[in-house]
């Protein structure tokens, strides 16, 4: 169909044509080569999503594809082309129907594609891409996530109906490619993108006696007029060079446009507009900010440093507590062991161990050890592990509020592996530690069931019922 359309335009140069929001119009009195070739427009939208309609000057419908177009010829027609819409695209007939898309780009958040009929080079942005129209086309792949941060947050409006752009990207070429071009849809992009761009590096905008004016925070405040000017390739390359730097170039974008529209404020010692004021003072404004951007990075790194070095001192503390747990549980199980085994040596190296009537008395001695192994062995586990729980709950406030600039992989590497391999040791030293405690107290009730031939009556018993 784009060819079609085409066709009909070069044949409607003695037409009155227009275009807004997907109709194109052509008015006027059309020869009869005209007439046919707007009736083939008329077939070619049997099969495309596009409707046509022909109205003469009483407000009577023709069908184009069945009237003798000799009986229309020289009357006065308004031939109206409803250009079908596909998913996340809009295609466009002329440079009429370009302008009238970029005046309200900011309602089309979905489209990701403009098509152009006839245009020589397409025109590719961080946004939106301007491509020619041609046969086949239809829908366009949905458009990406915004990446930058809106001018709106930055640009706010005060007052009227002035407004900085919803979104960057449309306005900003992809590469920083030749802003030169002549072509006359690059050139009406372009005009569009410079003036996007010039409001979105103000503080704020606003409507008073009839004039857009903008605001500079600085020292001092400038109010001025936003004005109107020409852009040629070298301003508009500035123009994406600063744009570019404040909202592309990473986060702080905030920051960024502070420090820029600070020194634009700086540079600015009489009334000009801004528009065509700013071409003379942007590049000045711009190696200035960006110095005032690397002091305050060098000064964050200063702080970033510090703050790692805080990390380090505070994860040494972290694994010299777990240290200190694992040391006291094993410093508290050889202590429990040494006390099983002068029980048991003081039991069987005294003259006592030859009274049978002491006996018992030494059961009752060992299971009071084993108890007490048991539950010194339970309290030391339980108290460590509440400790460490503490710990991991604090670590985890700290990690929240003071290193939330680092990614969960930075912070593991810096700090979670060795805090959790310190853990492993620990965990395995209370293992085995939990296996020998309950070794040493089984041991010392067996030795107390044989103090009191507890043993020699359960085999007795099992003998028993074995015959």
């Known amino acids: 169909m784009p060819s079609t359309v085409a066709a009909a335009l070069d044949a409607s140069a003695g037409l009155a044509v227009s275009e807004i929001n997907g109709t194109l119009t052509a008015a006027g009195a059309p020869g009869l080569a005209t007439l046919k070739a707007w009736r083939a427009v008329a077939e070619a939208c049997a099969f495309d999503d596009c409707r046509l309609t022909c109205r003469d000057d009483l407000g009577d419908a023709h069908d184009l594809r069945e009237i003798d177009l000799a009986e229309l010829e020289g009357s006065l027609l308004r031939l109206t082309l409803e250009i079908g819409r596909p998913a996340h695209a809009v295609h466009v007939a002329t440079l009429e129907g370009l302008r009238r898309v970029l005046v309200s780009l900011g309602n089309l958040s979905d489209v990701s594609v403009v098509r152009l009929l006839r245009l020589a080079e397409p025109i590719q942005t961080l946004g939106l891409r301007i491509e020619p129209w041609e046969d086949g086309d239809g829908d366009a792949a949905p458009r990406a996530a915004r990446q930058y941060s809106s001018p709106r947050r930055f640009a706010r409006t005060i007052a009227g109906d002035a407004r900085s752009p919803v979104e960057i990207g449309s306005w900003l070429l992809e590469s920083e490619g030749p802003t030169d071009r002549v072509d006359e849809a690059f050139v009406l992009w372009r005009g569009f993108a410079a003036d996007s761009v010039r409001r979105s590096l103000v503080n704020e905008i606003y409507d008073a006696d009839g004039a857009v004016r903008v605001v500079l925070a600085g020292t001092p405040t400038r109010r001025l007029e936003l004005g109107v000017a020409e852009v040629d390739a070298v301003s508009f390359a500035m123009l994406q060079q600063a744009a570019r730097w404040i909202y ?81 549980l094993t410093t508290g199980l050889w202590r429990d062991v040494a006390v099983a085994i002068v029980t048991i040596a003081f039991r069987y190296s005294m003259d006592a161990a030859k009274i049978a009537a002491a006996k018992p008395a030494y059961a009752v001695i060992f299971a009071l050890v084993a108890a007490y192994i048991v539950i010194s062995q339970v309290v030391t586990v339980r108290s460590s592990r509440a400790f460490l729980k503490v710990a991991a709950d604090a670590r985890a406030l700290w990690r929240q509020k003071g290193y939330a600039y680092l990614s969960d992989e930075e912070f593991d590497a810096l700090a979670g592996k060795p805090l959790t391999d310190t853990r492993g040791i620990y965990d395995r030293v209370e293992a085995v530690a939990s296996w020998v405690a309950g070794i040493v107290a089984a041991g010392l009730l067996t030795t107390a069931a044989w103090e009191v031939s507890a043993w020699q009556a359960l085999f007795r018993w099992i003998a028993e019922l074995s015959c």
Request: no cysteine; net charge negative; proline share 6%.
């Open 248 to 328: 592309v170039e990473g986060p702080d974008a905030e920051l960024r446009h502070a420090l820029l529209t600070n020194e634009l404020a700086r540079e600015w010692r009489d009334d000009e507009p801004f528009a065509p004021g700013l071409p003379a003072r942007l590049p000045a404004a711009i190696e200035s900010a960006g110095l005032a951007y690397r002091a305050h990075i060098q000064q964050g790194s200063k702080d970033t440093i510090k703050s790692l070095s805080d990390l380090r001192k505070t994860l040494a503390e972290e694994i010299g507590k777990v240290t200190q747990q694992t040391r006291d």
